[in-house]
Nanobody
Framework: QVQLVESGGGLVQAGDSLRLSCAASGRTGAAGWFRQAPGKEREFVGAISWSGSNTYYAVSEKGRFTISRDNAKNTVYLQMSSLKPEDTAVYYC????????????????????WGQGTQVTVSS
């Protein structure tokens, strides 16, 4: 069982940038980020293939968020810029088993492993 641990969340001001990290205890395949704001359902933020050569973002994050990964460190990153108060949420990383190499996974049900989440709060 692979464990995922997110870090890098915190309180920032609108317009600031923040980078989240997701460290895995072992090898994983495709990965992605989701978020859940208070009173709302968990929503897809973006996904990255195992190689890192393919990424896909939800429309609202395109251009502001960038997902990358360092497979040598078993770590996936979410770089967020121009943050808005509506970006306030708990951010979760997710990953598939290592055999899922070529896919981009956008549905929460497609992931095998989840982190515990990290809080991001953006003040206006």
């Amino acid at each position: 069982q692979v464990q995922l641990v997110e870090s890098g969340g915190g309180l920032v001001q609108a317009g600031d940038s923040l980078r989240l990290s997701c460290a895995a205890s072992g090898r994983t395949g495709a990965a992605g980020w989701f978020r859940q704001a208070p009173g709302k359902e968990r929503e897809f933020v973006g996904a990255i293939s195992w190689s890192g050569s393919n990424t896909y973002y939800a429309v609202s994050e395109k251009g502001r968020f960038t997902i990358s990964r360092d497979n040598a460190k078993n770590t996936v990153y979410l770089q967020m810029s121009s943050l808005k108060p509506e970006d306030t949420a708990v951010y979760y990383c997710a990953a598939t088993v290592a055999s899922v190499v070529r896919a981009l996974v956008t549905a929460a049900g497609g992931y095998d492993y989840w982190g515990q989440g990290t809080q991001v709060t953006v003040s206006s």
